[in-house]
């Protein structure tokens, strides 16, 4: 990944709604360490989608939602090593013809190559609903490092080299 990647673009038949009950969009096959790299998501329509979870109406091709990328975690939904993108806020945009018709849904760019300013956004601040009804309470006997560490270089996709433990108290 170059270093001016900020973006991670997705063409997806999912509506805003869906994408906001569903805590992020999901289900993507994504380099999840270089998607954790950008600051932004932006969801562009693909109005041609005809899944049963196709709820879409903006334009084809259009970008709908920019996000400020707060997580990749796996997905909730769909087939294992699928990934979900987070945001902490959301901006609803609406400008036609961003998707360029690349035959992976996933692409990896610019705002500025996209078309995309974000001077007048109107960013709102996005609490995840999905999770907090959903998650189970886990009780954790005690874990050695080695373990946690190995438990998060899995989640965040990470080697488990990266992870670092800081012991306070």
């Known amino acids: 990944m170059t270093t001016s990647e900020d973006t991670v673009a997705v063409f997806t038949g999912k509506s805003l709604d869906s994408i906001l009950r569903e805590g992020g969009s999901q289900s993507w096959k994504l380099d999840a360490g270089r998607a954790r790299k950008c600051h932004y998501v932006v969801c562009t329509q693909n109005a041609h989608n005809v899944e049963a979870y196709a709820d879409g109406t903006e334009d084809h091709g259009s970008a709908f939602l920019v996000g400020r990328i707060s997580r990749i975690v796996p997905a909730t939904a769909g087939e294992p ?89």
């Open 81 to 169: 090593s699928r990934w979900k993108i987070q945001f902490s806020e959301y901006a609803r945009i609406s400008i036609p013809n961003v998707w360029t018709g690349d035959r992976n849904p996933v692409r990896y760019t610019t705002l500025v190559d996209l078309g995309i300013d974000l001077r007048g956004a109107k960013f709102e601040k996005f609490e995840d609903q999905s999770t907090s009804a959903q998650a189970p309470t886990i009780a954790v006997a005690g874990l050695t490092i080695r373990q946690a560490k190995a438990g998060l270089a899995r989640t965040y996709d990470v080697d488990v080299d990266a992870i670092e433990i800081v012991i306070r108290g």
